[in-house]
């Protein structure tokens, strides 16, 4: 694993400035946050550097406002958010560089925090100019990135200013760092993959990748379909990507000249038509589907035996469902699967790491989203790092 420094690398750093970048995009509903996760993640970095008595910067952006001010994507609009979950009042500064944000410094005293406008206002920000990120540079004496999510951006605030400033990784930066490095870094073998999803396309980068990573490969949800076309199963009017079947056996070929065991489904759960507890649902063998009927999920035999694979694993990364989760019966597999995997993991026998907006999602419906070792809120972040690409935000950090 390539190092990086943290916050345990700091010395004394009362009364300096710390720009922290962080993500601060969350879901709006008639003017406030309908889920501050994010600022959750973000708030041990804040609190332990405004309690060594840094003046703290909080950088972010919010929205797509396509440099240039937008009234309704103001950093402004979280503000009352991040000072409930702090439990601190923060100063509103609506520059990021400048006259106004050299004011606010000296208004502010040691251990306090300023929240900076929307980076995004300024077209600096997207197109990673070293003159905007200096001129951000020039009001702190070290950078601090804890925003994983946007660390696949080359953005000035994510990428650039640790060019001009000594750069840290933040608590969850590191933690989130620390955890991928022990699912695909340097793992303890065997490893074992669950990708889920409806499509294989949007997967293409990420089943390439795994194949020569993971000893298991385990496939689900629409996607799955694809490969069981591709073996030359019919699977009715299943959700599937004929037009990739050739694709996915050359992952099944790549798998086998790697050795990595691709595990699909052998019996499957069907209906005629998608909808919750549907009166033709039933469980059959995969080269029993009628040309009818659609494959939902994942059936309890093929289940079981998935279960077992991750008994003998030491390491599980997982990203997608097994099925279609959010309609009932069709997220057994997945819920009876993560159930497995957090039992495993409780018992001290499986390092898991989850991520991706629906895998968050189908783990805290399955109820073990606490249960693994680490689940990352980063959605495409969490993607590109599957497959294998350098994040910038990440590089950029490395000493």
């Not at 041990?44 to 009234?71: C, D, N, Q, W």
């Not at 103001?74 to 009042?89: A, H, P």
Request: charged content about 20%.
């Amino acid at each position: 694993m390539s190092s990086f420094k943290t916050l345990d690398d700091l010395g004394d750093i009362k009364g300096k400035v710390a720009l922290v970048r962080v993500d601060l995009n969350l879901p709006m509903k008639d003017g406030s946050a309908t889920d501050v996760t994010r600022v959750e993640a973000v708030k041990p970095t804040i609190l332990e550097l405004a309690e060594k008595g840094t003046k703290v910067l909080l950088l972010a952006h919010f929205g797509r406002p396509k440099g240039m001010r937008h009234s309704t994507m103001s950093t402004s609009f979280v503000q009352g958010d991040v000072e409930e979950v702090l439990g601190k009042e923060i100063m509103f500064i609506p520059e990021v560089m400048g006259p106004v944000v050299e004011q606010s410094i000296g208004i502010l005293s040691d251990g306090d925090i300023g929240l900076l406008d929307n980076v995004r206002f300024w077209p600096g920000e997207e197109a990673n100019d070293p003159d905007f990120a200096k001129g951000i540079a020039a009001h702190g004496d070290f950078y601090v990135n804890d925003a994983f999510s946007a660390a696949h951006r080359a953005h000035a605030s994510t990428e650039g200013l640790a060019h001009h400033l000594p750069a840290y990784a933040g608590r969850a930066m590191e933690a989130e760092l620390k955890a991928l490095d022990a699912a695909l870094g340097t793992p303890e073998q065997p490893v074992a993959a669950v990708v889920g999803g409806a499509k294989v396309s949007t997967k293409l980068d990420v089943l390439e990748n795994l194949v020569g990573k993971v000893q298991h490969l385990i496939i689900g949800g629409g996607m799955a379909n694809t490969f069981l076309a591709a073996r030359g199963v019919d699977v009715g009017k299943s959700l599937c990507e004929h037009e990739l079947t050739a694709t996915a056996n050359r992952i099944m070929d790549q798998a086998d000249h790697a050795g990595c065991i691709v595990h699909l489904p052998y019996d499957v759960v069907v209906a005629k038509e998608f909808a919750a507890n549907p009166a033709s649902l039933r469980t059959c063998n995969v080269h029993e589907v009628a040309d009818d009927e659609m494959i939902l999920d994942v059936g309890p035999q093929a289940v079981e035996a998935l279960g077992d694979v991750l008994k003998t694993c030491k390491t599980l990364v997982w990203n997608g469902p097994m099925g279609a989760f959010e309609t009932e019966p069709f997220d057994a597999a997945t819920v009876s699967l993560a159930k497995t995997a957090a039992a495993l993991t409780e018992a001290g026998a499986l390092t898991s790491v989850a991520g991706g907006g629906d895998t968050v999602a189908a783990l805290a419906h399955a109820g073990v989203k606490d249960d693994f070792t680490f689940v990352s809120t980063a959605g495409g972040a969490f993607l590109e790092w599957m497959e294998g690409k350098a994040l910038p935000g990440v590089a950029a950090l490395t000493v």
